[in-house]
């Protein structure tokens, strides 16, 4: 059946995305659930299929236009995908509706339309780092370990035992490809040959290491610089780092490796909240404070900072620090520290004190105090 999910959330996007985070996201997480790279993982095809749908929909202006109107009935009215099953389609078919994003379909190892090769590509990996805000405001190494699969050394990527050959696949006799009818014989569709899984070979005895897959798990571990001004989500592209072509594109690897995307994500801070490149802080203030004004040390990022607090200051009232935020990433220049007055009221109090709070709430005069006057204005109004 079609998903029911939100489509944003499929993708783990923000309603604002542009085309290019959308075609982004979607490539990341069609790769991560591909079925090749998760063999008879029913979980991972069935998000492979939802992220394809998603995707067709959100990369469509039009279809997105009503999609974010009417939500999932909207599309179903009109036709769109919501409407069909991507639950029956063929992987390998969702996967070729958008091979253009991916330089050349299923990791780029198979060929292009039109007659003309492709150079074979490696999958794309994906590998998440946690930092601090501080992290973010000055930027930072990460070493990370993951693991890949590369090329099994001891048969060089055929998947063969060691002084035999794979042999020609007789289904598809070495073409990796079979064709089959489709419905009432209207039209032909090329597949991968079931037999020999696309390589054109089969292997009659299996390498040990590899156990006739050519390609082993192996750790790597890897430095990687995360620049200042870095986003929750966004992710540090490191070329060549990721997998080499599959085997059913070239045994020995020969081609070009997908990339490693580290994806970034930043923990929450105790005192700062971010919102673009400024900092929100609540800071706390006493009431005499406020009513009297006073100069408070103010925490920013990395330091403290002195901040004048008028006579008369409201809770809720805003300050600003320029330059006291984080560094955009593109520009590096700075946002703003913004601060929200936060009064509090003393739970306990001395004699002395709530004898000086009386001795001035005598003196109170309402007719001083704007909001409030408005206030009691109004419920007069009412009430009469």
Not at 83 to 106: A, K, V
Not at 120 to 141: F, S
Not at 230 to 239: E, M
């Amino acid at each position: 059946m079609p998903t029911t999910r939100d489509y944003y959330e499929v993708l783990s996007l923000d309603r604002t995305a542009d085309g290019d985070e959308i075609k982004r996201a979607y490539r990341r997480l069609a790769l991560k659930f591909h079925p090749d790279r998760n063999p008879d993982d029913t979980e991972a095809e069935a998000r492979f299929k939802e992220c394809a749908e998603a995707y067709e929909v959100l990369s469509d202006e039009n279809k997105r236009k009503v999609y974010d109107q009417y939500g999932h009935e909207g599309l179903r009215s009109s036709g769109g995908p919501a409407g069909h099953d991507f639950s029956r389609m063929n992987p390998n078919d969702i996967f070729s509706m958008f091979e253009e994003i991916f330089g050349g379909g299923r990791g780029g190892g198979f060929g292009g339309g039109r007659g003309r090769p492709r150079t074979a590509r490696g999958y794309d990996l994906e590998y998440e780092a946690r930092i601090d805000l501080t992290d973010v405001a000055k930027g930072c190494e990460r070493d990370i370990e993951f693991t890949r699969l590369d090329v099994c050394e001891t048969c060089s990527g055929s998947g063969a035992k060691p002084g035999t050959k794979p042999e020609t696949c007789g289904t598809c006799r070495g073409q990796g490809k079979v064709a089959q009818q489709g419905l009432g014989g209207m039209f032909r569709m090329v597949t991968a040959c079931p037999h020999c899984r696309g390589r054109g070979k089969v292997i009659k005895e299996h390498c040990e290491s590899c156990r006739g897959k050519g390609r082993v798990p192996k750790k790597r571990k890897l430095t990687v610089k995360v620049p200042a001004g870095v986003h929750d989500g966004q992710a540090v592209r490191i070329a060549g780092e990721g997998e080499p072509p599959p085997p059913e594109a070239s045994p020995e690897g020969q081609g070009v490796r997908g990339d490693l995307h580290v994806v970034i994500r930043v923990k929450d801070h105790t005192l700062f909240e971010r919102d673009g490149d400024n900092l929100v802080i609540e800071l706390p203030v006493s009431f005499s404070q406020a009513a009297l004004g006073a100069e408070i040390d103010v925490p920013t990022i990395d330091e403290r900072q002195e901040l004048k607090i008028r006579s008369g200051t409201q809770h809720g009232d805003v300050y600003r620090l320029d330059g006291q935020g984080l560094p955009n990433l593109r520009s590096g220049r700075h946002g703003d520290l913004i601060v929200r007055v936060r009064i509090e009221i003393p739970k306990k109090l001395t004699s002395r004190q709530k004898e000086l709070l009386r001795e001035f709430a005598e003196t109170d005069d309402h007719s001083v105090m704007p909001e409030s006057h408005g206030f009691w204005k109004k419920v007069k109004d009412i009430f009469g």
